[in-house]
């Protein structure tokens, strides 16, 4: 079956722009995260979600990183007013529930270029 | 806080060699998991192989075994009769039992030379 998608793979964004970024799951899959990986550095954990509900948004750097899943499927990372810090890879991972038993499935990731 | 220190950078092993990586970690938990993923150079993260704490056995899976020390907080990965399609990122990475969360080490570099 499919993978986890994001789209898109690559974004160059100017400092102050919005972006959004999209992570389609396995289908079925309860467990959405996302991961921010900077240059040469291990991902690390930005926010969760079980179905629609996002439990877990301890790991977003600003209030200007945002992130939805309305439907408990496709969900979104939007980044405010971006500045160049924010260049990084964005990962997104889907699992079929919640524990650690249950393998977090990874994207190919979105590359996000702040100029 | 759990942290998770890989200290080589980069490894190099000739083809049909074997490699070891290495991986410690700093937790106060007793009920956790590690694990080693890689990352080719198209980005795609792929779990290679995980350990559950409580179990003494060390994983294998195929070419990959782990050599698990719990006391020595120490969790390093060989990969047995390199291939050219090893050469990748690998990340070590910890989540507890009670938590949702990867945490991940800094990565190695792996080049597999022909």
């Known amino acids: 079956g499919a993978g986890v998608s994001q789209s898109p793979r690559y974004k160059v964004a100017k400092r102050g722009q919005d972006v959004a970024l999209r992570c389609d799951p396995i289908?079925?899959?309860?467990?959405l995260f996302w991961y921010q990986q900077a240059l040469g550095q291990g991902p690390e954990f930005l926010t969760y979600?079980?179905?629609?509900?996002?439990?877990?948004k301890s790991g977003l750097p600003s209030d200007r990183f945002f992130a939805e899943r309305p439907e408990g499927s496709v969900s979104t990372l939007k980044i405010q007013r971006t500045q160049q810090e924010d260049s990084a890879v964005y990962l997104c991972?889907?699992?079929?529930?919640?524990?650690?038993?249950?393998?977090?499935?990874f994207g190919p990731g979105t590359r996000l270029t702040v100029t | 806080a759990q942290t998770v220190t890989q200290s080589q950078p980069e490894m190099s092993v000739q083809e049909a060699e074997t490699v070891t990586l290495s991986c410690t970690y700093d937790?106060?938990?007793?009920?956790?998991?590690l694990f080693w993923y890689k990352q080719p150079p198209s980005r795609q993260m792929i779990l290679v192989i995980r350990?559950?704490?409580?179990?003494?056995q060390n994983a294998t899976e195929n070419r990959f075994s782990v050599n698990f020390q719990k006391a020595a907080k120490s969790f390093s990965l060989k990969i047995s009769d390199s291939q050219l399609g090893d050469t990748a990122m690998y990340f070590c990475?910890?989540?507890?039992?009670?938590?949702?969360?990867?945490?991940f080490g800094s990565g190695t570099r792996l080049l597999v030379r022909p």
């Open positions: 991972a889907s699992s079929l529930f919640q524990g650690p038993r249950w393998e977090q499935y």
């Open positions: 289908s079925g899959h309860v467990s």
């Open positions: 979600f079980q179905n629609e509900a996002q439990l877990d």
């Open positions: 937790t106060s938990e007793n009920n956790y998991y």
């Open positions: 350990q559950e704490a409580y179990k003494q």
């Open positions: 990475a910890f989540r507890m039992d009670s938590s949702y969360k990867l945490i």
